[in-house]
Structures are given as structure tokens and as C-alpha cells.
């Protein structure tokens, strides 16, 4: 029978592979979720549409159902990504639509007064956004953000499904190998909690000092 | 001697002889087996099976009835203990979730191409082997590199969650790079699409596979493990496992064995090999 010492490794190797998950994903989904805020706040119609269109698509949409149609159905037309890079690109796509709602709810809360002072001024778009929306809107979006790395690292959870060894497989294979469900899965939930609780302290702490008063 | 004495000697020795010779006939009695009177209270049986291997255990869809040579096996257990062949429960198993289930109490036993191995002896018990398979390799009909289970060695093969293959691998071509997907289905698509080489499984399970998608795949065809399938039974029911056993034995005595096996097997996986329970 295997060690403690040697599982506990095997938890750990699992949960680097849950962040890697986790932080790739989340990374694309922000730079993603700028653009398509953008486009949604943006003077062009079609642009907006599409990010509309993108967001509701997504939000309907299982995300495991939506990983198994990349994983197998994407290479019958032609384009075979690795199950990591598979994992990461369907989180990324997905969580996406998400960050872009929270970054429109920002951009939206900034007083239209100061917009339409900056453009009186004549800023442009650009310059706009640069310099007034974007400043204010971050103390808004910063806990909502938070929150959805929080639910993208249990998200990441999915990649078990095609075997990738990250926390959620992990003890899988460890249950398959000691028949010993209740420990293996406690051990899991151990894990992610180290990562989710830290996580969520460091939040609590940013969100205080952020809280500046208007 | 008194009439009476002689009366009650004769009495007494015809009902031994009776108690002896009543289970012979009736297999279905019950022995003292508090698992075997809750199905017989219940009134079916309760088998965790794939609902996923061809010839063994499929569903149909048009029927909804669950075919195939574990089936089979199933159905003939629960006519010998609740006197009717329909009084079966199939549930849809995993090689993930079959054990846990199967001690949990969901299901009374797993007929489910489960290999009868030490690991698992330690968390169940088996009845059988009723098949004897032995686990072989799968790859691309174009691909004529792969021609034994070493030629594995630096290429990625496919293997099923919760089964004993990659482990049996490894022996023999410890460099091979593994991917475990969760179902037969996926492994069969992967091979098809070229994310791996190979999938690694039950000689069996691959010929049924290979039968769904006629001339795409070729299979090596040199079985290098030798893998009797058995019963899952609870660890908390010897005398169950007993009764099982012996309906196995009986089986293969009557012909209903090999009756069986050329409903389902023959003609795909050839010859029969019957197997010898294991006491």
C-alpha cells in the first residue's frame, strides 16, 4: 500500500496542474472579456451584437458539454488540440462571456455625467475610456473578478473528465487504486480549499483597502 | 424393536435423505445468506453492468432491454433464485463507479468484464470466472507499426478510467505514454481522430468495436494477458458468492454455458474457451 507522504505528493502535483489550469484559463478569459466589453460598449452595431450574441451563447451553455465537443468534435474538422490546451481553451472561452458581464456592469456604473464632460472636453472614445471610465470602473469590478477566478479554479475540475491529472482526477485515480472513496475525496476537497480560501482572504483584504469613499 | 421406534427411525432417516438430496433440485432454496433473502424478499436482482460492451452487455434502444452474454448470465441467475428471467434490475455501471456500487448495496452483483485480480479481491469477492479474455490492442487500419504489445513503447495509447490495462502495459512497454478517457466510445474516437495510436483493452471489447466500424481499425490480435472475467460480489455475502458459483458449475455442466456463448460470441470471437471456477 502506498504511503501517505507519496499520495500527499500526488495531491499536490495535482493541484499545480489546477492552477495551471486555472491561471492560463483565467488570463485569456480577462484579455477576452476586455475585448468583447469593448465591442458591447462601443459606437459600432455589429461589434455589438457579436459580443452580445457571444456572451448569452456562452452563458447557456454546459461547460462540460461544451469541453467534450471541443475534445471530440473539433478534430473532424481539422483542428486537434492537446487535452491541457483543450481544458484551458474551454474554460478561457467560457469564462469569458462571464468577465465581460462584470466588466459591463463596471464600465456602467461610472456616472454618464463625467462621459459626457470628457467628451464635451473632446476626448475621443479611446481617451475616454482610457482615462476616465477605465480608473473608476476597476474598484467596481475588482470583487466580482475575484469572485470568478474563485469559481474557475473548482470549474477547472472539468479537465477530469478527459483525464487530465489535475486535483479532481488525481483522486480518482487514487480512489480506483484503494477503494477508499471517503478519505481520497475529503483529500480533494482539502486541496482545492487551499486554494480557494487563501484566495478569498486576499480578496476580502483588497477589497478593504479599494474602499475608498467617493 | 417397537413398530413405533422403527416408525420414527424410518421417518427420520427419510427426511435426512430428502434434506440431502432437496437442494440438488432445488438450486433456488435458500441457504442461510441474508443477501440472497433480501433479493428473493425484493423479488429481482439488481445487476451493475456496462450497458456498453458489445456481445456482452448492450442496450438496445428500440427495446430498452439490455442484450448480450453477461446479460445473459444475469437473467439466468434471477430465474434460478426468483423462479422468473425477467426479474432483473440492469443498472448502467463504469469501470469507475462498478466496485463502489456494487459495496455500497446499489447493486446485489457486477457482471461487467471485471477482471478477477488480487487488488480488488481485497475490497470484493468474485464469483466465477464465467469468460476468459485476454487484453489486446487496437490501432488504425493504415497503421502497420504497431504489431505487439512492445511496439507501444514511446507511442500514446488509450486505456479506460478504473481498468487494469495500463498497469498490464507497462510490463511489457514501460515508455508508452498513457491518456485514459472515460468510456469505450471516446478511446474508439481518439484512435479515429489520431490524437493516440492505440486502444488498449479487452480482446473482446475491441472486437466489438471494431464490428461497429467495419474496416477502419486493425487489431494486433496477440492477447498478451490472459484476464478471467468474474462476478462482483460483496464481500459480505460468501454464501451468495457460493450459490453463484455453483449456478456457474451447473451451467457449464448442462450446456447452458456454451449455449450461450454461441448465441452471442461465436461467431465474432471464435471458439469457445470454458472457463474453470475458481472455489
Redesign the interface.
Known sequence: MESLPSFAWRFIQGMGVTIELSLLSFAMAFVLGVALTVMAVGPLAPLRWFAATYVEIMRMTPLLALLLLFV?GL??LGF?YS?IASSVLVLGFYTAAWIAEVLRAGVNAVPPGQIEAARSIGMTFTQVLANVVIPQAVRTVIPPLGNLFVIQIKASSIAA???VFDITYTA?RIN??T?Q?VPTFASAMVAYMLLTVPLGMFMRRLEQKMAVAR | MKLKNIAVMASCIAATLFAAVAPAHAADSVPTDSTMEKIQKRGKLVVGTSQNSLMFSVRNPISGQTEGFEADLARMLAKKLTGSADNVEFVKTTP?NR??LL?SGRVDVVISTLTIND?RK??ISFAGPYYIAGQDILTRRADTSIRSVADLTGKTACVL??TTVEDNVKKFAPQTKF????DTP?CV?GVV???FDAYVDDGAMLAGEALRQPNKFRIVGKPFTREPWGVGVSKDAPAFRNWINAQLEQSIKDGTWNKLYAKNLEGTLGQPQVPTIEP
Open positions: 471530440f478534430p473532424k486537434m487535452l473528465a478527459i483525464g480518482q480506483f487504486e477503494a472513496a | 469507475e466496485l463502489p459495496q487488488q481485497k475490497v478510467n478504473g491518456v485514459t478517457f472515460a471516446a474516437e481522430d489520431g490524437r
